[in-house]
């Protein structure tokens, strides 16, 4: 063997014993081959040089053909790259939608570049998949690269495209955004409604149930409409109920009270306090009709105060013309007795019995005239008291009109009377008028 041959196979064998060992999971020491025997016996000399000669020549020749067979180093390392689906991580010439796996050192699917992705989409060369975005700069304005994904996002280095602003890091339009009115973070808010964004300013778009922007002014909903009389249910729907003070309730009329003898008793607050509380079934409460009793009132609302039997006695008057004296007397017998002449039979009506607001109404005699008066003086104002007639008012009540006393002083004749065109004549034929007795009722009942 030549040195020229056997420094070839030098040359790859180390090579060749790394494929080998890396293959077989062996030692990562390497055998390095013995340096050759440089000494030559000398005692075979002559025969080498004649006998061997021959055969080292053929033999050599051999050997060198061997080695110029064999690839040293480099070929060895391009022959293992080039090896069907082998490749080099750290220089990798897989086809753009292949990748070399570190482990196997083959082409295996996923993206290793751009290229071998489906245009818009990106190649994320750590996880060798097509994806929307890498960086924030994949994806067009007014959106971020989030989670390999382009959403709807903005900062100062992403802006907003058009006239959109970036605000809380999203684009939008000021002049119609509500969170955002005119300016980032600038709320459209509405007390008790709803607002709107037009061209950068909030306006009212509604109210909230229960409530009313009265005043109009477009800026809030500030006025309560469940609850208000003078916008109950709506801006500017009055309540007004007849005879009654209104209030509001849940946006309806209501009645709050009614005003003094009226009452709602048909508890339709539309037509307020209708009923009359002196009326008939009406008495003075809803639905009452009390019994009428001798009390000078109306007390069943029939517009008849008193109108029961019993409550009165009828006072009769009669006339003497031979004293010329006027005689009243409860007794109709006593009237048409003693020369007296009846005049009216019953002439006027006393209560038979006392009530409030009512007075005696004595029957006097005057000795020296020998003739009678009527008076409410307990002391028939210093005469001699015969009896009462019964009881009389000291005003016009239940229906009681005036009694008018006058005195004729030619012969002390007491002249009682109901009718104001009597008294002037009486006046005009002598009597001297002595003011209202009392006031007496014409009849019996009512």
């Not at 818009?120 to 929307?132: F, G, I, L, Y």
């Amino acid at each position: 063997m030549t040195r020229s041959g056997y420094a070839g196979r030098m040359r790859w064998m180390p090579t060749f014993a790394a494929l080998l060992l890396g293959c077989a999971g062996a030692s990562t020491e390497l055998d390095v081959p013995r340096p050759v025997d440089s000494s030559v016996d000398t005692s075979d000399a002559p025969l080498d040089a004649t006998g061997d000669a021959t055969g080292d020549a053929t033999g050599d020749a051999a050997r060198d053909a061997d080695d110029a067979a064999r690839p040293d180093a480099a070929d060895v390392g391009s022959d293992v790259a080039a090896d069907a689906g082998s490749c080099n991580p750290a220089a990798d010439t897989c086809p753009p939608t292949k990748h070399c796996d570190g482990f196997t050192l083959k082409c295996a699917d996923g993206c290793r570049a751009d290229e071998g992705c489906p245009a818009p989409k990106r190649c994320d060369t750590a996880a060798h998949a097509c994806v929307e975005c890498v960086s924030d700069d994949h994806c067009p304005a007014g959106k971020k690269c989030v989670g390999k994904a382009c959403i709807d996002g903005c900062d100062d280095k992403k802006p907003c495209p058009g006239t959109l602003t970036c605000c809380a890091g999203g684009c939008v339009d000021t002049k119609i955004n509500v969170d955002h009115c005119g300016a980032c973070a600038s709320k459209c808010a509405i007390v008790n409604g709803t607002g709107t964004c037009m061209d950068g300013a909030c306006k009212l778009w509604s109210c909230s149930a229960g409530f009313g922007d009265c005043d109009a002014d477009g800026k809030s909903c500030e006025k309560s409409v469940t609850d208000d009389p003078a916008h109950c249910g709506a801006c500017g729907a009055i309540c007004t109920l007849a005879d009654a003070v209104s209030s509001c309730v849940a946006g309806k009329c209501a009645i709050k009270s009614c005003a003094g003898g009226y009452g709602d008793c048909d508890k339709n607050p539309a037509n307020g306090c209708e009923a009359n509380l002196a009326s008939p079934g009406n008495c003075g409460a809803c639905g009452a009709s009390p019994a009428e009793t001798c009390n000078l009132k109306d007390d069943d609302c029939n517009s008849k105060c008193d109108d029961v039997a019993g409550c009165r006695t009828a006072v009769h008057r009669t006339y003497k013309a031979s004293t010329g004296e006027h005689f009243y007397t409860v007794s109709a017998a006593e009237a048409t007795g003693a020369g007296f002449v009846l005049e009216y039979s019953p002439y006027y009506h006393l209560y038979a019995s006392a009530q409030p607001g009512l007075v005696p109404f004595y029957r006097c005699w005057v000795a020296g005239v020998s003739k009678h008066f009527y008076t409410t003086s307990s002391t028939c104002e210093g005469q001699t008291v015969e009896s009462s007639l019964g009881w009389i008012a000291t005003s016009a009540t239940c229906g009681a009109i005036p009694l008018y006393r006058l005195v004729l002083d030619a012969n002390g004749d007491h002249f009682y009377t109901t009718g104001a065109d009597e008294r002037s004549s009486a006046i005009a034929s002598g009597y001297v008028d002595e003011g209202i007795a009392g006031y007496v009722w014409a009849g019996a009942s009512g």
